[in-house]
């Protein structure tokens, strides 16, 4: 999702060619759409929606490649509440009951402590897998020692070549996994996930929360935040296949803006996952996934030519020329590249964004109202 709350205006003159690259998390695209309506907050500007949703590869759960899951659960002091680790344990009772023979499930929780509390388990022995889950109780400590390494090797000691890899991480957002550093974190994390081994993370509870961590987490992996049963059920059961099954990975979006038609040009949200132009086309350079069957929105803000912007008139800006009377007509070009789940090389696909304008559809009226709340809000 976008980061619509922590809103950042991104403002850029456009008196030559320029792109914006995105590092979404996003998937193997199944649908490419855009949008372009006028803004609400500002009618002589233009909002563009970006919208991509990811093909869903299998039809039921039970049709999902073997799982090789390791519950990382937060058992310390803070997560003493009825919707901290009591709402975490319920959560993972609802998954267990889910499971297959071919799946295999590790149960990891840190505190105090860091220990295995179920070796790889094969997923058909539910009364075991939610004896050890039902036993889970709060320790008190808040010292995880090495937890997040400890379950990326569980990860690897029993990985599924041909299948998922996942860890689960069950917290408040305190993060005592042994790792305090924000980089180191994320460099464990990145290092596993080049390793076929991804990362969710479920946030549960309020006060203790961090959520600059969490962000960040987020941003390299895959998060939600479970307040109650019925989330919990959505998030693990109805959407199994897109939390778990990625279909690609390393996706970015790239956006040219058309210096004969767009004055001026804003990205909200996504703020800070934007790379450098030259990483678009860098294979080397990683970026997100999501599961089967997401969608991803983006949405930019743009003044036309010829509207008044933020910015003074530039004084170039009148000598742009269009080299191509046919570009006239768009407002910009979206690129895409793509890697399989196993590949390293990426494909790509691209298509222009027209200027036709329209009446905004059901899912472009919602975002709007929630971009436009959280740039009230900022």
Same mark, same amino acid.
């Given at each position: 999702?976008?980061?619509?709350?922590?809103?950042?205006?991104?403002?850029?003159?456009?008196?030559?060619?320029?792109?914006?690259?995105?590092?979404?998390?996003?998937?193997?695209?199944?649908?490419?759409?855009?949008?372009?309506?006028?803004?609400?907050?500002?009618? !002589?500007?233009?909002?563009?929606?970006?919208?991509?949703?990811?093909?869903?590869?299998?039809?039921?759960?039970?049709?999902?490649?073997?799982?090789?899951?390791?519950?990382?659960?937060?058992?310390?002091?803070?997560?003493?509440?009825?919707?901290?680790?009591?709402?975490?344990?319920?959560?993972?009772?609802?998954?267990?009951?889910?499971?297959?023979?071919?799946?295999?499930?590790?149960? @990891?929780?840190?505190?105090?402590?860091?220990?295995?509390?179920?070796?790889?388990?094969?997923?058909?022995?539910?009364? %075991?897998?939610?004896?050890?889950?039902?036993?889970?109780?709060?320790?008190?400590?808040?010292?995880?020692?090495?937890?997040?390494?400890?379950?990326?090797?569980?990860?690897?000691?029993?990985?599924?070549?041909?299948?998922?890899?996942? @860890?689960?991480?069950?917290?408040?957002?305190?993060?005592?996994?042994?790792?305090?550093?924000?980089?180191?974190?994320?460099?464990?994390?990145?290092?596993?996930?080049?390793?076929?081994?991804?990362?969710? !993370?479920?946030?549960?509870?309020?006060?203790?929360?961090?959520?600059?961590?969490?962000?960040?987490?987020?941003?390299?992996?895959?998060?939600?935040?479970?307040?109650?049963?019925?989330?919990?059920?959505?998030?693990?059961?109805?959407?199994?296949?897109?939390?778990?099954?990625?279909?690609?990975?390393?996706?970015?979006?790239?956006?040219?803006?058309?210096?004969?038609?767009?004055?001026?040009?804003?990205?909200?949200?996504?703020?800070?996952?934007?790379?450098? !132009?030259?990483?678009?086309?860098?294979?080397?350079?990683?970026?997100?996934?999501?599961?089967?069957?997401?969608?991803?929105?983006?949405?930019?803000?743009?003044?036309?030519?010829?509207?008044?912007?933020?910015?003074?008139?530039?004084?170039?800006?009148?000598?742009?020329?269009?080299?191509?009377?046919?570009?006239?007509?768009?407002?910009?070009?979206?690129? @895409?590249?793509?890697?399989?789940?196993?590949?390293?090389?990426?494909?790509?696909?691209?298509?222009?964004?027209?200027?036709?304008?329209? %009446?905004?559809?059901?899912?472009?009226?919602?975002?709007?109202?929630?971009?436009?709340?959280?740039?009230?809000?900022?």
């Amino acid at each position: 999702m976008l980061n619509f709350v922590n809103t950042l205006v991104i403002i850029q003159n456009l008196f030559y060619d320029k792109t914006v690259v995105i590092n979404i998390f996003a998937n193997f695209y199944h649908l490419i759409s855009t949008e372009t309506v006028q803004s609400p907050w500002k009618p !002589t500007n233009q909002i563009i929606k970006v919208a991509i949703k990811a093909t869903d590869t299998v039809s039921e759960n039970k049709d999902l490649p073997p799982a090789n899951l390791v519950f990382l659960v937060d058992v310390s002091g803070s997560m003493n509440d009825s919707d901290k680790l009591e709402l975490a344990k319920s959560s993972l009772a609802m998954l267990a009951k889910q499971l297959r023979k071919q799946d295999t499930i590790s149960l @990891i929780t840190y505190a105090g402590n860091t220990e295995v509390v179920l070796p790889a388990t094969s997923g058909d022995q539910t009364s %075991k897998i939610l004896s050890a889950i039902n036993k889970l109780a709060v320790e008190g400590s808040t010292n995880g020692e090495a937890a997040i390494k400890l379950a990326y090797a569980q990860a690897r000691e029993n990985f599924k070549k041909y299948g998922i890899n996942r @860890i689960l991480m069950m917290t408040d957002g305190d993060f005592n996994v042994g790792v305090s550093d924000v980089d180191e974190m994320l460099d464990i994390i990145r290092r596993g996930r080049n390793g076929g081994v991804s990362l969710s !993370t479920f946030g549960f509870g309020q006060g203790n929360y961090n959520d600059y961590m969490m962000e960040q987490v987020a941003d390299n992996g895959n998060y939600s935040y479970i307040d109650n049963l019925s989330e919990a059920k959505k998030v693990l059961i109805d959407e199994m296949r897109a939390t778990f099954n990625t279909v690609a990975k390393d996706v970015k979006v790239q956006v040219g803006f058309n210096p004969n038609t767009v004055k001026e040009w804003r990205l909200i949200g996504y703020e800070n996952r934007v790379l450098a !132009t030259e990483d678009f086309n860098n294979d080397k350079v990683d970026a997100g996934k999501l599961g089967a069957g997401k969608s991803v929105v983006a949405l930019f803000e743009i003044t036309p030519v010829g509207q008044k912007g933020w910015l003074d008139e530039s004084r170039y800006q009148s000598n742009t020329k269009a080299n191509n009377d046919n570009k006239n007509n768009e407002l910009g070009f979206l690129k @895409i590249r793509y890697k399989a789940p196993n590949g390293d090389t990426s494909q790509l696909v691209s298509v222009p964004i027209g200027k036709t304008m329209s %009446k905004p559809s059901l899912d472009l009226q919602f975002a709007m109202a929630v971009v436009g709340f959280g740039e009230l809000l900022s």
